[in-house]
């Protein structure tokens, strides 16, 4: 069977999945009693990513199914990175949304997302992937970027959630949000940040694994920032303060993501169709 096949097939999940984005954006933006019982800080943060994921995130979705159907391996890793996104967010919107009426459309969302990116995982040959890489392929920078990323996130998050669990208080992210936990803290401490130092790890050993890996996250981190981007926006237009700090390390993240991955990925071989 040819290596790409089943991938290909894997890529109409993508139209469902698309539809249910475009839905909850929607119905989130145009549909005040969708986040009815959210506070107004909340309420602002979850339009600017709706808007995102629907000006985005979908239309990339689309892009990156039709051009995997032609083959191409970089839209392979664009697409995993999108789902890791996807999986992300809406994770967020099941757990850290009131129950509303797009409830099951979110639990739509993470289940297509997570399944698709399981049967990738899955299916896709890792020895494979590597061998679409030539002997010049870099893995320090790329590597280091990663662990320090994920070190400097750490610092950050454990910067406000320690005095807080030492004083008794809740951290201010978490007060402000409304929500009984800060789900990103939960997200970033338990699985995103051990899962890019684990990547950077198996691509200082040259382990298959990374090459599917480390791209992926490094997409993830791009559209991350970019919906991040347009959450700040989104707040500065309703009057919210921004911290300036923080949208400038949103913004040299998703700069540095581009420029790593770019280099990274120059060393794929686009004509083998192994």
Not at 39 to 46: D, H, L, S
Not at 141 to 148: E, F, R, S, T, V
Request: proline share 4%; hydrophobic share 55%.
């Amino acid at each position: 069977m040819h290596r790409f096949q089943t991938v290909k097939e894997l890529t109409v999940l993508t139209y469902p999945l698309v539809l249910l984005i475009l839905i909850a954006g929607a119905g989130g933006v145009f549909f005040e009693s969708v986040y009815a019982g959210e506070v107004p800080y909340f309420v602002t943060q979850c339009i600017g990513q709706d808007i995102v994921n629907m000006l985005v995130l979908a239309p990339l979705f689309l892009l990156t199914a039709l051009l995997i159907r032609g083959e191409s391996k970089i839209a392979l890793f664009v697409w995993s990175g999108l789902l890791l996104y996807t999986i992300y967010s809406y994770t967020i919107y099941c757990f850290s949304v009131k129950f509303n009426a797009l409830f099951l459309v979110y639990c739509g969302i993470l289940g297509l997302s997570l399944m698709t990116l399981l049967s990738i995982v899955a299916n896709v040959d890792a020895e494979v992937v590597r061998s679409w890489f030539d002997s010049e392929t870099p893995a320090r920078y790329p590597a280091w970027y990663l662990l320090g990323l994920a070190g400097a996130f750490y610092i950050i998050w454990l910067a406000e959630i320690i005095p807080a669990m030492v004083s008794g208080t809740i951290p201010a992210s978490t007060a402000g949000s409304g929500t009984a936990t800060n789900p990103v803290h939960v997200l970033d401490i338990a699985i995103l940040l051990p899962g890019c130092v684990i990547a950077a790890v198996l691509l200082l050993k040259r382990r298959p694994m990374a090459y599917l890996l480390v791209p992926s996250l490094l997409v993830f981190n791009i559209i991350m920032a970019v919906a991040l981007g347009g959450i700040i926006i989104t707040l500065k237009l309703k009057g919210y303060p921004v911290e300036i700090g923080m949208t400038v390390l949103f913004g040299l993240m998703a700069c540095a993501s581009f420029v790593i991955v770019f280099l990274f990925i120059r060393h794929l071989s686009i004509n083998d169709s192994r």
